[in-house]
């Protein structure tokens, strides 16, 4: 099957300013060169902790964001820029769901007119079907028909999920990006909107964008993980290979930090510092000057994203992910 | 162990523009001398209301003391005099709060602060209090610690600054330290980083009350676990105990939605509803509700905290070895 999103060596560059002129003295490389692909229906999981481009990354593919270079095709077509009136039909192909429910939802608008809102800007239906629309809507999301007239701050933080979700499926996309979606919303919620966005995948056939830094939520909700540490992607592979069995360093790291209740403590590899800066990042491998492991080869040498083994799906950018591999 | 904090019926209500809001409702708990006792529970449920409410850090109007009583070293904090309670205040009990970046003055840098700290509880002139606090600087792993003395909080990352504070709660060397959720709003490479220097900075007699929502940094750090549903303990003890064999249902779900890193569900469980309004709490047993357990008593009556063996409580009918006794 081809594949409905292709990524090719996108990078995403914020300037920094500086002075009464506001020359530019630098760029933050949020997104420094990344390429991956999404099947039509499959969930591919983004994590990584904060700062390492994973929002921008879901952004520049949205087209919030302006690409420096490279490319986002989605079904083989060119999403951004293109011209304005083209732009149009491409939204309606992906939509996205935004983290923070409190500020995603605009607080002067009743949920019916927010979840309709998408549908007649596409002219997908006449005004006068709106309530018939907004009900149907909100069935799907598990909520009353009878919330239609009321207005965002009178829910909850699930509820608004669930709210925000109604809004993303209703011009029926192909790609839905979920940055952090479940995030702020607590365990005993966060399980119901998690089987529900696997409910509406099944039903509507969507492929997610899943950005999490949570990985207990990727490794229910993903079918394939993108590890992503300071803008660039250090692993990828099926969300089995990639959690039970992680071959990079980064991803080592980042799965026994992870504090899980019951069994024995595990013997966890704690990394020293904080993540560098992205407007400067480290010579050769980016992670080098956290990695437990690193050689002075690291510093000179830009490890490559390739596959493990010839023809594998899963990719590992690091010189010793054999040495890893193989223990 | 000798108890070194003895919280009895704690009851805290904030008037609010839509009536009295209970936070904290007939709350009862200890912590005994080196004990790390977690206190779980979803927002809004009132743990972040409990353990600030030891140190009278809730402002009042508008909250409320309803009823009881906290009891440290003989004393009771709520009814202290203030002048007595700022001596007790950073030097005896310590907090470390939630976000690093609000608890630190913006204005003064990271040194003077550690100084003045230091200072307002030792008879200590400013060059001992600057090298002791370069010194704890060191010790919580701060690289180049001098440097960081004369940075401002701004200049410091999440981590860095959560370090600070950690060296600022224990350089008094107190026998409480309160942890507001402490690393939930960093990173989970600086989150255990972060729990790996409470778990050694602790002296062995000072005792840790953690307020986290995450069952698996309880798992990591906690000998004892209360866990708390919209405003009232509803169950209590041992980790490995309460891990294995929760009593009361809402334990129960709690951890089976806990999401696993090395298995699979086809669908997660989850517990239906939400959880009730403080504001219009339902009469009888507040997760009733939500329970798959629940029967006409939990709708009624509102269950007391029962004693399943020595530091074993829950608050659940099912837990009643004496179904028709009464119950007040």
Redesign the interface.
């Known amino acids: 099957m081809p594949p409905l999103l292709q990524i090719h060596d996108l990078k995403t560059w914020f300037p920094i300013t500086s002075g009464v002129f506001s020359r530019t003295v630098g760029h933050v490389r949020a997104v420094d060169g990344v390429s991956f692909d999404i099947a039509p229906g499959e969930t591919v999981g983004l994590v990584g902790?904060?700062g390492c481009g994973k929002t921008t990354l879901g952004r520049t593919v949205l087209g919030l964001e302006p690409r420096k270079s490279g490319e986002i095709l989605l079904g083989g077509t060119p999403l951004w820029p293109a011209r304005h009136r083209d732009t149009l039909p491409l939204r309606r192909r992906v939509q996205m769901v935004f983290q923070d429910p409190y500020s995603s939802l605009n607080p002067r608008m009743t949920i019916q007119e927010i979840v309709t809102e998408g549908l007649l800007e596409q002219r997908l239906i006449r005004p006068r079907d709106r309530a018939d629309a907004a009900v149907r809507l909100l069935q799907e999301v598990g909520m009353e028909p009878s919330v239609l007239h009321r207005y965002p701050h009178e829910f909850?933080g699930?509820?608004r999920q669930r709210i925000s979700i109604a809004r993303a499926i209703a011009v029926r996309p192909e790609l839905v990006i979920c940055d952090e979606a479940v995030s702020a919303l607590?365990?005993?919620?966060?399980?119901?909107v998690?089987?529900l966005l696997?409910d509406l995948r099944a039903s509507h056939n969507l492929a997610y964008l899943f950005i999490s830094?949570?990985?207990?939520?990727i490794?229910?909700i993903a079918s394939r993980v993108v590890v992503m540490y300071l803008g660039v992607v250090v692993e990828t592979g099926s969300?089995?290979e990639v959690?039970?069995s992680p071959a990079h360093p980064y991803s080592r790291?980042?799965?026994?930090?992870?504090?899980?209740?019951?069994g024995e403590?595990r013997k966890?590899t704690?990394?020293k510092?904080?993540?560098p800066s992205s407007s400067n990042p480290p010579s050769g491998c980016r992670f080098r000057t956290r990695c437990p492991l690193a050689l002075p080869e690291c510093a000179v040498r830009v490890p490559v994203l390739e596959s493990v083994t010839p023809g594998s799906t899963r990719q590992v950018a690091c010189i010793r992910k054999n040495e890893i591999l193989d223990r | 162990m000798n108890t070194l904090l003895d919280i009895r019926n704690l009851g805290i209500t904030f008037d609010t523009d839509e009536g009295p809001l209970k936070a904290v409702d007939n709350v009862s708990f200890s912590i005994r001398q080196g004990e790390v006792v977690g206190l779980v529970g979803e927002s809004g449920c009132g743990k972040s209301a409990t353990a600030l409410s030891l140190l009278r850090l809730i402002p009042m109007p508008p909250g409320r003391l309803t009823s009881g009583e906290v009891i440290f070293e003989g004393r009771d904090l709520l009814r202290l005099p203030t002048y007595e309670l700022r001596s007790i205040r950073g030097r005896r009990i310590s907090v470390i709060f939630q976000e690093p970046m609000s608890a630190l003055s913006p204005l003064h840098r990271v040194g003077a602060q550690l100084v003045e700290t230091l200072q307002l509880h030792l008879p200590i002139d400013t060059r001992t209090a600057w090298n002791t606090s370069v010194d704890w600087l060191k010790r919580v792993g701060l690289p180049d610690p001098v440097a960081q003395m004369r940075a401002y909080p701004y200049q410091l990352s999440g981590g860095m600054l959560q370090r600070v504070m950690i060296a600022m709660a224990l350089m008094l060397e107190p026998a409480l330290i309160i942890a507001d959720e402490p690393t939930t709003a960093l990173d989970v490479t600086i989150q255990a980083q972060v729990l790996e220097l409470l778990r050694e900075m602790k002296s062995k007699d000072a005792s840790l009350l953690l307020i986290t929502h995450d069952l698996g940094v309880v798992w990591e750090l906690c000998a004892r676990v209360v866990v708390m549903y919209a405003s009232r303990v509803v169950e209590e003890g041992p980790r490995r105990d309460l891990f294995e064999n929760p009593a009361h249902p809402y334990t129960r779900a709690l951890l089976d939605s806990v999401l696993s890193l090395t298995g699979r569900a086809d669908r997660l469980s989850t517990i239906e509803g939400q959880v009730p309004s403080p504001l219009a709490y339902p009469a009888g047993c507040r997760f009733a509700p939500r329970c798959p357990h629940a029967f006409t008593r939990c709708r009624q009556e509102q269950p007391p905290l029962y004693t399943l063996s020595t530091d074993r409580h829950s608050a659940c009918f099912l837990c009643d070895k004496h179904p028709t006794a009464h119950t007040s």
């Open positions: 902790e904060s909850s699930g509820q607590d365990v005993s919620v966060r399980a119901q998690l089987n696997i830094h949570d990985l207990g939520v490794r229910h969300a089995s959690l039970d790291a980042l799965i026994s930090a992870v504090p899980v209740p019951f403590s966890r704690i990394l510092g904080d993540v």
